[in-house]
Structures are given as structure tokens and as C-alpha cells.
């Protein structure tokens, strides 16, 4: 193999403060953390030291909740004074509208409207402080958003008030010249019982109904599309084929759980391989953001193993698919697959009253039709020895 697999600015790789600088709580928790806090300006040191291109925060990754006037100063300027010193950008903000408990039912979406209101003021100065360092992509994740029972929270009610919010602060982007892309977030559950929006799919059917559908857009999580047991190259092509990945959260998942966030790459090779290869083929030219933590297990040298780990598995799937591309017997088979048929031709494309008559009149032998072999599971075993490095 030629590549080296060493990350470079063009490769966008960004990573979250919450995500290197998690300290191995766990989500039920049960057990204490495991590492000692690392302030945001030793995070981003540590980001440069591995690589990366970017650090991605909320408002309260940065500033703490109940920081002074005076404290929010000190603390920008000596993370500016860390950005400068590193080269590292900050592509994306986000709001915390999950960790306060005043969000134990929702934000946006919460029955009390003394809670919305907040949630509004809270990402509105957020957005200011992302705006300062730069950002132009900021996150929705709405984690909160939901119900445990439907008793509580008319759905209708809640896509009512979600929509408001984002048209709100759709207006006050644009009221502020920010020039932000939003990008929606979606999870099944966990830490509701159920969130609204579960999937990128219904993102991308709701985001039709705001005021500005040309502002927002989605960005999907591989662990998130996973849990709903869903292919996540799907919902990443749907986005994309609607225009709509402004931004993507790269990890790992094993099907059907809790919210892993593992090591992109960990555990789900075939996906991830098929998740880099869209996105290398098609040009998408956004953040790769690696939204995911280190096992508890680890030290600070194992958060950067592990963010090592991330970036260069992207790369090697991105060889990976480089390889498949230019393998010839695989190319062959899919020429003869995918092989057109001129006696077809003149049924597809514009509906005409005379192709809808031709078609009828048309006589299919159908059995000869689906008695054709596909070489499927001979093209599939020819990925799997590539990625299996045999090939
Ligand atoms: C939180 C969540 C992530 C979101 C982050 C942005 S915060 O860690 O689990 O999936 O992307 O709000
Ligand atoms: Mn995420
Ligand atoms: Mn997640």
C-alpha cells in the first residue's frame, strides 16, 4: 500500500471538546469517571499533537454554565490564543440544551414555556460565541426533545414548537449576518425514552416545513442510525442526493444498543468502508467529525490512540475504496451488471402517452428475465478479500 495514512488539513478532520475530553463517565452512571478533566486549551493541544484539523464545542465545553463576564473573557482569549498557536479552526458550534436539568423535559420541545425561552436565549448566545471563533456549520442535537410517556407531550405539539425555535433562529442568523448552515441531528432514544425525529430521514422530511429549508440540513451519526437498525450509507445518500449534509458524525456501533460512540472503524468495517466510500466518490467536501469517546479504560494516551486510531482507519478505508475502484475484476463484474439493454431505452425517461401505450403493448419473458444470475456473491466475497487485505 502507498499511502502513508498520515492526517492532513485537507482531510477536515475534526473532533468535538466533549469527545477527546471526555472522562469516561458512563451513560448509566454507574461508575465514576476515569479520567481527570483536561481544560479546553490542553484539548486542543493534544488535537494538534494527533493531527487534526479542527475542534468542534458547545457553549458550555468552552464556558462553564455559571462562568462570570469576566471569566467567558479570559477563557475565549486564551483559547484564541491556542487556535493561533496550533492552526487548528473551529468549523462547528453547538448549544448544551442536555446536560442542565432545567432541560429534564426538552428544550425547545419542553411543556414549560419558561424552558423554550431559555433554550432560545441560551442558543442564540451561543451561536454568538460560535460565530466569534469562526464557525459557519451549527449543530441541532436535540437529545432532550421527547417523551418517556406519550401522556406527557402531544408529538404535534412538539413538531410545533421544534419548527418555531428553528425559524427563530433562522431569523436571528440571518438578523446577525452569521451566514450559519444548520445542521439537524437525530437520535432514536436515549437519553429520552423517545426522541422526536428519530432518523435522518424524518430530519430530512421536517426540515421541508420550515420557514428556510435552504438553511438547514442535517447531520447524521453513524452510532445514531445504527441504534435505529438502519444502513447509514442510506440515510447519508438521501441527504446528500436532497442537498442536505452539511456536516456528518463519524463512530462506531454495534446494532440495536445503548449510544456506543466507539472509534470510527471499531466494529462495523463493512459499513464504515461503504460510509467513506460514498463520501470520497460523491466529493463531499465538509467536516469528517469524529463524534466519539475513548474507552474508559484508557489514560490520556489512549484518547489519543484512540483519536489516531479514527482518523487513520477513515484513511485506510478511503485506500480501501480507492483499490475497489480500480480493481478490474471487480470494475468487470459491475459493468456486467449494471449492463444497459437499447431495446429498453425507449420506456424510461419522460412519461409520453405513447411510451405508456408501447409499454403495455410490450410482452416480457419473465422467466427467462429473473432466471439471470447476478454474480452478487461473487462481488461481495471480492470486497471482502480486499478489505480482508488478501487481494
Ligand atoms: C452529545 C451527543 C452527540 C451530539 C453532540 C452535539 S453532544 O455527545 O451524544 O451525538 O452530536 O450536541
Ligand atoms: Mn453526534
Ligand atoms: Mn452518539
Redesign the pocket.
Known amino acids: 500500500m502507498s499511502a502513508d495514512f498520515q492526517p492532513k488539513p485537507e482531510h477536515k478532520f475534526t473532533f ?1 471538546l ?2 477527546v475530553g471526555s472522562s469516561g463517565r458512563d451513560q448509566f452512571a454507574t461508575m465514576d469517571p476515569t479520567r481527570a478533566s483536561m481544560s479546553p486549551v490542553e484539548l486542543v493541544r493534544l488535537l494538534a499533537e494527533v493531527g487534526a484539523y479542527g475542534v468542534n464545542f ?1 457553549d458550555n465545553d468552552l464556558i462553564p454554565i455559571d462562568a462570570t463576564p469576566a471569566e467567558a473573557e479570559k477563557i475565549k482569549k486564551e483559547f484564541k490564543a491556542v487556535l493561533k498557536e496550533t492552526g487548528l479552526v473551529v468549523p462547528m458550534a ?5 446536560s442542565s436539568a432545567i432541560f429534564k423535559d426538552g428544550a425547545f420541545t419542553a411543556n414549560d414555556p419558561k424552558v423554550r425561552a431559555y433554550a432560545l436565549q441560551k442558543t442564540m448566545r451561543a451561536m454568538d460565541l460560535g460565530a466569534e471563533f469562526g464557525a459557519k456549520v451549527y ?3 436535540g ?1 432532550r426533545e421527547g417523551t418517556e410517556s406519550d401522556a406527557t407531550k402531544n408529538p404535534m405539539e412538539g413538531l410545533k414548537h421544534f419548527r418555531e425555535a428553528l425559524n427563530f433562529l433562522c431569523e436571528y442568523s440571518n438578523s446577525q449576518k452569521y451566514g450559519f448552515k444548520f445542521a439537524l ?1 437525530a ?1 432514536p432514544n436515549e437519553p429520552r425514552g423517545d426522541i422526536f425525529l428519530p432518523t435522518t430521514g424524518a430530519m430530512l422530511g421536517f426540515i421541508q416545513t420550515l420557514d428556510h429549508p435552504e438553511m438547514v440540513g442535517v ?1 447524521p ?1 453513524f ?2 442510525e445504527h441504534m435505529a437498525g438502519l444502513n447509514f450509507m442510506h440515510a447519508v445518500a438521501q441527504a446528500w442526493d436532497a442537498g442536505k449534509l452539511f456536516h456528518i ?1 463519524l463512530n462506531d456501533q454495534n446494532y440495536a444498543r445503548f ?1 456506543q ?1 466507539w472509534r470510527f472503524g471499531q466494529q462495523s468495517w463493512k459499513q464504515a468502508f461503504f460510509l467513506v466510500k460514498f463520501l470520497e466518490d460523491v466529493g463531499y467536501s465538509g467536516s469528517r467529525h469524529f ?1 466519539a469517546h475513548a474507552f474508559r479504560t484508557e489514560d490520556y494516551e489512549g484518547v489519543k490512540d484512540f483519536a489516531r486510531g479514527c482518523m487513520r482507519s477513515y484513511l485506510i478505508f478511503k485506500e480501501k475504496a480507492r483499490q475497489f475502484n480500480a480493481d478490474k475484476e471487480i470494475q468487470g463484474l459491475l459493468a456486467e451488471i449494471n449492463e444497459g439493454d437499447p431495446a429498453m431505452d425507449k420506456f424510461f425517461g419522460k412519461f409520453t402517452p405513447e411510451k405508456a401505450a408501447g409499454l403495455k403493448a410490450y410482452t416480457f419473458d419473465r422467466n427467462a428475465i429473473a432466471a439471470r444470475g447476478m454474480k452478487y456473491e461473487k462481488l461481495d466475497q471480492l470486497l471482502t478479500e480486499l478489505m480482508m487485505g488478501v487481494r
Do not use: Q
Open positions: 468535538g466533549w469527545t458547545h453547538t448549544t448544551n440544551l442536555f449543530v441541532f442535537w437529545g441531528e437520535k447531520n451519526e452510532a445514531h458524525d449510544d460512540d463524534d
